[in-house]
């Protein structure tokens, strides 16, 4: 075979391999995605989203979504308001397409320990945090409700304590721990014909907001959702006599429609809250009336009850912090020092 002079070739001769991705060029511009349709995620389900659109209106119907590529790992919690685009009927053999996270107003976090940073979405613009716990059978645990009022204060979050089982044991004294923060609670408890005293009173306070459902199994939070909404028939369990702990009952967070206006998100029953991804300084931030006195205090200062050189103590004594400083010096210590000690909780 002879070769071809040199300076014969041209253009024609070179083969170009065809691009696996196609021969259009790619291009900078996106979707804006100005028609997709918004929605609320109202739970999660193996990579599956479940949205209400139109809720509360004659057009209401529930859609199931998958997440668009171009979100990434981009956490879509309950709560969540984002945009669609796609089959938004409502029809269940279709699939809509989640294209837009709607900036959040609160988002809820914690670790599964505390020497893991790894954060653990909860649900997203919760308003209110409502820490139900039971005044006794299983008997209250002031390291998780502690650990809960960090999570809400640092996520900005208002938190209500709802106190269940009052007619086993009086509330009074376990109030006087929390006093000082000025955390409203509601007192509830079951009647013997089976209706719930205090009801009322925490659906006023329910009312208008997004509330978050947060506590051990056992203390009766799915009793006050199935009481709530009527029809959810939320699953309830009983406390172990040897353990003195709830059995798991709710798997998964859920978002629902309260018949007066405002949503409910009933999560999972928790036995640990871990704040590895919070820091002291945000916690000290959560109370501005401290966080004020900061400036007096030595480069470094944990304030806590033994650091030297802490101004707060004075500055407390002398008023700076208004009359309810000096207890709320101690509940910020409280809180603090359940922060600052780096091990699992088993609460």
Same mark, same amino acid.
């Given at each position: 075979?002879?070769?071809?002079?040199?300076?014969?070739?041209?253009?024609?001769?070179?083969?170009?391999?065809?691009?696996?991705?196609?021969?259009?060029?790619?291009?900078?511009?996106?979707?804006?995605?100005?028609?997709?349709?918004?929605?609320? %995620?109202?739970? @999660?389900?193996?990579? *599956?989203?479940?949205?209400?659109?139109? #809720? !509360?209106? +004659?057009?209401? $119907?529930?859609?199931?979504?998958?997440?668009?590529?171009?979100?990434?790992?981009?956490?879509?919690?309950?709560?969540?308001?984002?945009?669609?685009?796609?089959?938004?009927?409502?029809?269940?053999?279709?699939?809509?397409?989640?294209?837009?996270?709607?900036?959040?107003?609160?988002?809820?976090?914690?670790?599964?320990?505390?020497?893991?940073?790894?954060?653990?979405?909860?649900?997203?613009?919760?308003?209110?945090?409502?820490?139900?716990?039971?005044?006794?059978?299983?008997?209250?645990?002031?390291?998780?409700?502690?650990?809960?009022?960090?999570?809400?204060?640092?996520?900005?979050?208002?938190?209500?304590?709802?106190?269940?089982?009052?007619?086993?044991?009086?509330?009074?004294?376990?109030?006087?721990?929390?006093?000082?923060?000025? %955390?409203?609670? @509601?007192?509830?408890? *079951?009647?013997?014909?089976?209706?719930? #005293? !205090?009801? +009322?009173?925490? $659906?006023?306070?329910?009312?208008?907001?997004?509330?978050?459902?947060?506590?051990?199994?056992?203390?009766?939070?799915?009793?006050?959702?199935?009481?709530?909404?009527?029809?959810?028939?939320?699953?309830?369990?009983?406390?172990?006599?040897?353990?003195?702990?709830?059995?798991?009952?709710?798997?998964?967070?859920?978002?629902?429609?309260?018949?007066?206006?405002?949503?409910?998100?009933?999560?999972?029953?928790?036995?640990?809250?871990?704040?590895?991804?919070?820091?002291?300084?945000?916690?000290?931030?959560?109370?501005?009336?401290?966080?004020?006195?900061?400036?007096?205090?030595?480069?470094?200062?944990?304030?806590?009850?033994?650091?030297?050189?802490?101004?707060?103590?004075?500055?407390?004594?002398?008023?700076?912090?208004?009359?309810?400083?000096?207890?709320?010096?101690?509940?910020?210590?409280?809180?603090?020092?359940?922060?600052?000690?780096?091990?699992?909780?088993?609460?």
């Amino acid at each position: 075979m002879s070769r071809r002079p040199r300076g014969s070739y041209d253009e024609s001769d070179v083969r170009i391999r065809p691009s696996r991705r196609g021969s259009r060029p790619r291009t900078k511009d996106r979707p804006d995605f100005s028609d997709a349709v918004t929605g609320r %995620v109202v739970a @999660v389900d193996r990579g *599956r989203w479940r949205t209400v659109i139109d #809720a !509360g209106t +004659d057009a209401e $119907r529930s859609v199931t979504a998958v997440r668009a590529r171009a979100l990434g790992r981009s956490p879509i919690v309950p709560g969540d308001v984002v945009g669609m685009t796609g089959d938004t009927s409502g029809r269940t053999d279709t699939l809509a397409r989640i294209v837009r996270i709607d900036e959040r107003s609160s988002f809820l976090r914690r670790s599964a320990d505390d020497d893991d940073s790894t954060e653990r979405p909860l649900v997203a613009n919760a308003t209110q945090m409502v820490i139900v716990t039971a005044l006794a059978d299983p008997e209250p645990r002031g390291g998780m409700i502690d650990r809960c009022l960090v999570a809400a204060y640092v996520a900005g979050i208002r938190p209500l304590l709802c106190l269940t089982k009052s007619d086993l044991k009086d509330p009074s004294d376990f109030l006087t721990t929390y006093a000082p923060l000025g %955390v409203e609670y @509601v007192v509830t408890h *079951r009647e013997a014909d089976g209706s719930i #005293a !205090g009801l +009322d009173e925490l $659906r006023q306070r329910l009312g208008g907001e997004t509330s978050v459902l947060i506590g051990h199994s056992g203390v009766g939070k799915s009793t006050l959702i199935n009481a709530l909404v009527p029809g959810t028939d939320r699953a309830t369990g009983h406390v172990n006599d040897v353990t003195g702990r709830g059995r798991h009952t709710s798997s998964s967070a859920l978002a629902l429609q309260l018949p007066g206006g405002g949503w409910v998100i009933d999560t999972p029953g928790v036995r640990s809250f871990g704040l590895g991804h919070v820091t002291p300084e945000e916690l000290l931030g959560a109370f501005a009336d401290l966080a004020a006195l900061e400036e007096n205090c030595p480069r470094g200062c944990t304030h806590a009850e033994d650091a030297p050189d802490c101004a707060m103590d004075a500055l407390v004594e002398q008023g700076a912090a208004g009359p309810a400083g000096p207890a709320r010096l101690a509940s910020f210590r409280r809180l603090d020092d359940a922060l600052r000690k780096n091990n699992p909780w088993d609460l």
